[in-house]
């Protein structure tokens, strides 16, 4: 089993920044992938980025494409989601999600979720 953190979120006007981190814990052997999501109330859980073990591969989705990073720092089994631009729009709970096996970094199906950490966007 693998124990996921999220932390980092909270208030943040627009067009500003934050920081996600995610922590990874017990059976944290690599190479696993690990994705951010998030979900609006009333809306569909959305894959925003991905990343391979190794970080030469990684995966974003056009809304936050040019504003968001993901980087991870295998040794600390941590995970980051660099967060610049923000808009209202991006208010959401952030989740990060792991998995040993997943074949596409756009696939969607985890196998490890975090508890998520709110994040909103004042306009």
């Known amino acids: 089993q693998v124990q996921l953190v999220e932390s980092g979120g909270g208030l943040v006007q627009a067009g500003g920044s934050l920081r996600l981190t995610c922590a990874a814990s017990g059976r944290t052997f690599g190479p696993y992938a690990v994705g951010w999501f998030r979900q609006a109330p009333g809306k569909e859980r959305e894959l925003l980025s991905a990343s391979r073990w190794s970080a030469d591969s990684t995966y974003y989705a056009d809304s936050v494409k040019g504003r968001f990073t993901i980087s991870r720092d295998n040794a600390k089994n941590t995970v980051y989601l660099r967060m610049n631009s923000l808009k209202p729009e991006d208010t959401a709970v952030y989740y990060c999600?792991?998995?040993?096996?997943?074949?596409?970094?756009?696939?969607?199906?985890?196998?490890?979720w975090g508890q998520g950490t709110q994040v909103t966007v004042s306009s």
């Open positions: 999600a792991a998995s040993y096996t997943i074949a596409a970094l756009t696939a969607t199906r985890y196998d490890y």
